[in-house]
């Protein structure tokens, strides 16, 4: 396993530079507060030499004010300085966040590949969170660096002995830290692998909770669970006793180092070559030490586990996409073999065409629908129907032939506008926590006039509006996590009331009503045909009830079209188009 790649070090970077103002903020008062936690031994001893020593009222008055001066002046340091470093890591870590949230849903995805989403859940808070830390880390060590140089050149004025004796001792303790946390990088990394697999099983787990039960699979199920976390508890262990290893090593070599600067300091007051109040500053300064080799354990603990999750946020930042995203909206290419493309799209007319399309099960599909056309689509094969949603939603691109909107291929427009233009309404297509309200304006503006109109077409249409009123607060009724709080034939009517309100030019729907009573989806079929009159539809399903309000039908069977014409000639005159959709 790696220890830190490039991209991770990148990551670093990036997080920690991004925040230059508020870690250059904090590193300028952090080295004041300790420049001042390093005077306050030199001054104590100020006042002894010249109040005890010599004798003198007005001196030591004079040294304690300008002690009292520099306690003031450190204690706001340290103050100001924590909220800048802090205020450094929570907004690295925040901006981290939203860069892995925009790369998940980036419309060429891949990032999500191989991995649960509480996996990714856990990078983005956990492991964003420790690479965030890593700016209030620097903030500490260049603190630190401040008070050990200070404290080195106090030392050098008291003795050459004891102020070389810091400069030398101070690089080979900080080297020792450094080799010691390299088990501890490598061992935190594994422990957020093994967490954030725990977490993606937990969260699995809890979202098919009813199916579970259903089947009776608890047992498999928890022992599946236990399994996995006992692995992430091991990596925890394994990271917590390499941590422990090091910080106790760590200050096992700090209380040596230490003592010896007090012994040396002791044995050369013993000889005379120091007053009493330069022993007094050496000693203080000696126990000063101890402060600042402290914060530096810490410091490599911090990056040690930063670098660790660095890498992981890199590995899916720098995932490859899972298929080309097209050219950018902004970039106008032109060909020596023809016209010059613009891959935006603004006035989209909504014509589809499918020529000679290859893509899984699909083998050489022809299709074109006309601009305005509702074309059903039965296919009693459903991997032929999610081969086909996947093309027109362009999760995926064809292995030959080609998809077209408004005669231009999907793959020379921009992704985004794409999926702005052709949207793909899938049958399990989830629901999101908030209102009912909120989840059927969630793809469209919410305050706008013409927008409040077309919601409330898209509710009746759906027969969301009679959903609404079997709530206990109607539109406003709360809706948990995946809509799990609203019954199967509730959450289909209110997923396909989002898509209808989203008034795409081009709608896909696949399998709408499988959950509601017949009369009902008779409603919901007459509903989308007016809603969507004008607008290129096409309804993927088996449904007589949508197929009927469709201008065409056509039969996707062993991944072809064989047969098309309208539903009741289809019905009356081809055999495999009546199995499919009245059996």
């Not at 304690?64 to 450094?88: D, I, K, M, Q």
């Not at 005379?272 to 101890?290: E, P």
């Not at 009679?466 to 995946?482: C, F, K, M, Q």
Request: with cysteine.
């Amino acid at each position: 396993m790696r220890v830190a790649d490039p991209p991770g070090r990148d990551v670093l970077w990036r997080a920690v530079g991004g925040q230059r103002r508020d870690v250059t903020l904090g590193a300028v008062l952090g080295m004041g507060h300790q420049t001042g936690e390093a005077l306050v031994p030199v001054l104590i001893g100020e006042a002894v030499e010249r109040g005890v020593v010599d004798g003198s009222v007005p001196g030591l008055l004079f040294w304690l004010g300008v002690l009292a001066a520099v306690y003031v002046g450190l204690s706001f340091s340290f103050r100001f300085s924590a909220r800048a470093g802090e205020r450094a890591s929570v907004t690295a870590a925040h901006h981290l966040r939203a860069e892995l949230v925009a790369r998940v849903l980036a419309p060429e995805g891949g990032a999500d590949e191989g991995r649960l989403p509480g996996e990714l859940t856990n990078v983005a808070t956990e492991d964003a969170k420790r690479v965030g830390a890593v700016a209030m880390a620097l903030v500490v060590a260049l603190a630190a660096t401040a008070g050990l140089v200070v404290s080195a050149v106090a030392l050098l004025r008291v003795s050459l002995v004891l102020g070389l004796l810091v400069l030398l001792g101070t690089p080979l303790l900080l080297w020792l830290g450094h080799l010691l946390s390299r088990p501890l990088e490598r061992r935190s990394e594994t422990e957020q692998e093994r967490a954030a697999r725990a977490s993606g099983v937990a969260a699995d787990l809890v979202a098919g909770l009813r199916v579970l039960k259903g089947i009776g699979a608890e047992p498999a199920a928890v022992a599946r669970y236990r399994r996995i976390s006992g692995d992430s508890l091991s990596a925890t262990l394994r990271a917590a006793r390499a941590e422990a290893w090091q910080n106790g090593v760590v200050t096992l070599l700090t209380g040596t180092f230490i003592a010896l600067v007090a012994l040396v300091g002791g044995r050369l007051a013993a000889r005379g070559d120091i007053g009493l109040g330069d022993l007094v500053s050496a000693v203080g300064l000696a126990l000063f030490l101890i402060g600042p080799l402290t914060e530096f354990a810490w410091v490599n603990t911090e990056l040690a586990q930063g670098r660790a999750s660095a890498a992981r946020i890199a590995e899916i930042l720098g995932a490859p996409p899972a298929l080309p995203p097209g050219p950018a909206s902004t970039d106008r290419t032109t060909g020596d073999s023809g016209p010059e493309l613009d891959p935006s799209l603004h006035a989209v007319e909504g014509r589809l065409r499918l020529r000679g399309v290859s893509y899984g099960p699909l083998r050489d599909v022809d299709l074109d629908v006309a601009a305005g056309e509702i074309v059903g689509v039965a296919a009693p094969d459903p991997a032929d129907a999610v081969a086909l949603l996947g093309l027109l939603g362009r999760s995926a691109d064809p292995s030959a032939g080609a998809v077209e909107l408004d005669g231009r291929d999907l793959t020379a427009l921009d992704l985004k506008a794409v999926r702005a233009a052709i949207l793909v309404a899938d049958h399990d297509a989830d629901l999101f926590e908030g209102t009912v309200l909120q989840n059927v304006t969630a793809a469209a503006g919410a305050g706008a006039p013409a927008a409040v109109t077309l919601t409330r077409a898209a509710m009746a249409a759906s027969g969301t509006d009679e959903v609404a009123r079997s709530l206990p607060d109607g539109v406003d009724t709360p809706v948990t996590a995946r809509g799990r709080s609203l019954s199967g034939g509730q959450r289909q009517r209110v997923a396909l009331a989002r898509a209808l309100a989203a008034d795409t030019p081009v709608l896909v729907v696949h399998e709408p009503t499988t959950a509601v009573d017949a009369v009902t989806e008779v409603r919901v079929a007459a509903g989308i045909r007016d809603l969507r009159r004008g607008r290129t539809t096409l309804l993927v399903t088996n449904s007589p009830a949508l197929l009927a309000v469709t201008d065409r039908a056509v039969l996707l069977q062993d991944g072809r079209i064989t047969a098309t014409g309208h539903h009741e000639r289809l019905v009356h005159t081809c055999a495999p188009y009546r199995t499919a959709v009245l059996t």
